[in-house]
């Protein structure tokens, strides 16, 4: 089992700049990925941003330039940093992380986090 603790979102004016952090407790050693999700109103859940334990980091194209996902390793959390704030970032923000089982992947969520831009 993996818990997954966000913070960070609130409300910022466009062209502003928000970061996110998510705490991971559990089964951290099982967890092979950890990226960030969002999901706006009347939309299905979108992958924004995934960094995996070994290779590179992934970006969906309308963030890309302007987000950047992290991890302190020390302090088992991730973090997304977003600059440059538009108004259709707009979203609940979810912190997932990735486990293998078998020939599955498990995906725990954290509980979501509100990011409004406002324009």
């Known amino acids: 089992q993996v818990q997954l603790v966000e913070s960070g979102g609130g409300l910022v004016q466009a062209g502003g700049s928000l970061r996110l952090s998510c705490a991971a407790s559990?089964?951290?050693?099982?967890?092979?990925?950890m990226g960030w999700y969002r999901q706006a109103p009347g939309k299905q859940r979108e992958l924004v941003a995934l960094?995996?334990?070994?290779?590179?980091?992934n970006y969906a194209d309308s963030v890309k330039g302007r987000f950047t996902i992290s991890t302190d390793n020390a302090e088992n959390t991730v973090y997304l940093q977003m600059n440059s704030l538009k108004p259709e970032d707009t979203a609940v923000y979810y912190c997932n992380a990735k486990v293998p089982l078998l020939a599955t992947m498990i995906n725990y969520w954290g509980q979501g986090t509100q990011v409004t831009v406002s324009s």
């Open positions: 960094i995996p334990s070994h290779g590179s980091t």
């Open positions: 559990g089964s951290i050693r099982s967890i092979n990925a």
